[in-house]
């Protein structure tokens, strides 16, 4: 089973920062569509954002908007999540998913419709 690793997580204060990656030595990021997720206690995963090979974004969470910025290393396999400003109401784990470049295929907001997953990485804005 393919599988991406995400890393960057941890406890950081309101207002503070942390920048999340995601990658893989199974297989080329380039080729994917490659989308972050965040799922709080008790809430449904939710889509954050989803980046195209080209560099485009489709956004999916108003209430990240001007403070969460996402980006591709292709160098180094990697996608990218910068977020500052964090609140309380950013706590959760997020998740890298990624779906292959294809015909009928493109970012997506439903988790089901990516192929494959990373573990999840913990955040949490705390004071």
């Known amino acids: 089973q393919l599988q991406l690793v995400e890393s960057g997580g941890g406890l950081v204060q309101p207002g503070g920062s942390l920048r999340l990656s995601c990658t893989t030595s199974?297989?080329?990021?380039?080729?994917?569509?490659i989308a972050w997720f965040r799922q709080a206690p008790g809430k449904e995963r939710e889509a954050i954002s989803c980046i195209r090979p080209s560099g485009t974004i489709v956004h999916y969470e108003d209430s990240v908007q001007g403070r969460f910025n996402t980006s591709r290393d292709n160098a180094k396999n990697t996608v990218l999540l910068q977020m500052a400003s964090l609140e309380p109401v950013d706590t959760g784990v997020y998740y890298c998913a990624a779906i292959h470049v294809g015909v009928g295929t493109r970012c997506a907001r439903l988790a089901g419709d990516y192929e494959y997953w990373g573990q999840g990485t913990q955040v949490t804005v705390s004071s």
């Open positions: 199974e297989f080329t990021l380039y080729n994917y569509y």
